[in-house]
């Protein structure tokens, strides 16, 4: 037995100064390509359509026309809740605190002179408070304007200068009311105006649902994957302006596919800084990005931080002939 | 209908009471009903007890703050281009995977299918397959999230394809086995004619010696399956599972023997004791062949060649510990085939069923099984010994140094295995 035994010893011993997988059975596993199959998990290799928010819900990067402001006052009015559903990613629901129930806040606009009126309205159990940034009285900051619960209170104040303003609650854990979702965009609009163009708001955040101080889903106006799942149409050659803001703790990178933009750093100026297409936005830095597609097809537009675009901060412009060209084609 | 079932039977057991007076019959049905009553009773107010509780809750009103929900990795196989994980819910409600990412660098989401369902229910369990194409060599880590945010992690640590249950996979694994198991447990076993020769002294230094390396064994497997505990699913109480397996496995291994003495009618019995040392060491064997085998199926056999020859140093001595009890009593030599064999044999079973279905439950289990043999091999080895030469040859200079020398060989040889 012992003898038959060291035989086989013998005959296996060059087995056993081998790696549990060899070299080419390593190859073999990962020598062919193994794009997934059963969906846009990896919302790379597949071109998007398959519905996994509801459409209801998705985050409308349409912006409204700028208009004048009716005797020169904006009013808006901020519903704050605490702990209302947000769906972070496909199937993925997290009590957020938010403004109008929804996270991002609504896209808040008036133009340069502009008086704007907020009104906060706090339904939640704790003070909250909002802190404008841009050019205001001591005393419209949000710092000390803390609302109790079941109160409300009108921030007012002039809008000024142009450019691309964040709002966020500034009470204390300020970290934790920000990151629960208290956080939105305003946009003031220079009094001569821009040049008039199709327009889109785009808010770049992140969650972390275990708090473990890193962020496990990256949004696009705030539930990852969205725009994968509902390509944002654009038509060839038709010019976008799009406003983005980085509310995260941590720097991002807009960046788009088959494409270069003319970037606005914080939109305080009308001349274009660069011509570029990746720019770093460090913490609570935003910029105004214009460019149009000259082909038709799907554009990803990501955060060119690779693990955000792998969380979520990633979508698809899905660029169309203008309807002239499609009407024309059509009768052929 | 309880009532009246226990009446029926005292009717019964009165029935034969023929010597009983009527009278007294009555009273003592009487006192017979009001014990079985006083036995169902408090079973009865438990139970209604419980209905309300269930029915109306705690009266406490309390929610829990945030879901409870738990989902743990049992095993996590890698094949060509796929990620497959097996998960338990072991929390107190249904579970909903709602995403996955995958983690190697950065951590990524990706696509994935959960059989029978994404819902899991309590203590229910699914296969989540990852279409993932992994790298062999990399740490990877497997992150589920919850539709209620909660997020759980298993760390690949070196990713290795998993063993399928191919004809050269469970060859080889066979073969390790027997590396691991068969071959020291046969070599030891040949020590046996040099063992004769010894004089008393030298044969009592060699039994204590395997006395040491018993006990050796046995707290090496209770480490082990204390170990392997933390990783068992929370509602199979792993310390638990110990528990059980280690006092089982004694009591039963106490009846058998005793059983076969009875029927030979003799006191002790060296050829019992070394078949009782063999199985307990194959039990072990089981244990460590399981153990062996989920390193390899986890990928985490790196130091294999260099594993597989301290392992074979190391349970050289188990083949010494078996024949020990009988090197001075005569036997047909066939007996020497299956003692070998009955301690060696399991490490290959384990082997193949670590590396194809490894589970932390599984080997805690058996390891603790395998402890417990040990254990009541200990006693009865110590008992044979006081049995022949009485209590003070257990603080005998040379048992003693052969009891030390037992846990230094074991010590010296476990430093190859130990990574």
Known sequence: ?????????????????????????AARANGHHHPPTLGSGLYQYEHPGRRRFDPQQVFNPELPPPTPAPNGIREFTLVLEEDQLHEVAPGVKMPAWTFNRSVPGPVLRATEGDTIRVTLV????????????????????????IVP?????????????????????HTMPTS????????????????????????????????????????????????????????????????????????????MVPHLHGNMYQLYPSGTSLQPSEYTDVKTLNIAERAVLEFQYDFPGFYMFQCHVSEHMEQGLMGWFNVVEPKALVAKKDVR | MAESVAERQMEDLVAHDQTAAATSSVARRGSRAAIIASALLPVMLLAGILY?????????????????????????????????????????????????????????????????SATIPRLGRAVVRIPYPWVAGEPYEVVLLTANTLVFTHEIAIAAETPVAGGSTLGSLALLGVYVGVIPVFLGIGWLPFLRALPQRGYYFFLNLTLGLLVFLGVDALHEALENAALVPGPYQGIALILIGLSLSILLLYAISGRVKGREGSGGNGLLLAYTIALSIGLHNLGEGLAIGGAYALGEVATGTLLVLGFTLHNLTEGVAVVAPVVR?????????????????????????????????????????????????????TRHQI???????LANAFNVAGFAAGLAVMYVTGLFVTV
């Open chain 2, 52 to 116: 309300l509780l269930v029915q109306r809750g705690t009266g406490l009103a309390l929610a829990p703050p945030a879901p409870i929900e738990r989902i743990e990795f049992e095993r996590v196989e890698l094949y060509p281009g796929e990620i497959r994980a097996h998960v338990i819910n072991s929390g107190p409600e249904s579970v909903t995977i709602a995403q996955v990412q995958v983690g190697w660098l950065n951590r990524a989401s990706w696509e994935f299918t959960a059989t029978p």
């Open chain 2, 329 to 381: 009593s005569r036997f047909r030599w066939v007996h020497l085939l299956w003692l070998g064999l009955l301690a060696g044999l399991p490490t290959i079973a384990g082997t193949m069923a670590g590396a194809l279905a490894y589970s932390a439950l599984w080997s805690v289990l058996f390891l603790a099984v395998g402890a417990g043999a040990i254990i009541q091999v200990v006693i009865e080895i």
């Open chain 1, 149 to 169: 619960p079941g109160a409300q209170f009108t921030y007012e104040f002039v809008a000024a200068p142009f450019g691309i303003m964040p709002y966020h609650c």
């Open chain 1, 176 to 251: 934790q009311h920000i990151h629960n979702g208290l956080y939105g965009m305003m946009i003031i609009d220079p009094k001569q105006g821009r040049k008039p163009m199709r327009e889109l708001a785009m808010m770049m955040s992140a969650f972390d649902l275990d708090r473990d101080g890193e962020a496990d889903f990256y949004a696009w106006n705030g539930r990852a994957f969205q725009y994968a799942d509902h390509p944002v149409a654009l038509t060839r050659g038709e010019p976008i302006r799009m406003y983005v803001l980085n509310m995260f703790e941590e720097r």
């Open chain 1, 122 to 145: 706090n339904k939640g159990k704790l003070p909250h408070s909002i802190h404008f940034h841009g050019i205001h009285p001591a005393k419209m900051d949000g710092v000390f304007e």
């Open chain 1, 1 to 25: 037995m012992v003898v038959i035994a060291a035989g086989f010893i013998l005959l296996g011993a060059r087995d056993s100064d081998q790696p549990a997988i060899s070299i080419e059975q």
């Open chain 2, 387 to 393: 049995r022949e030469s009485g209590t003070a040859s």
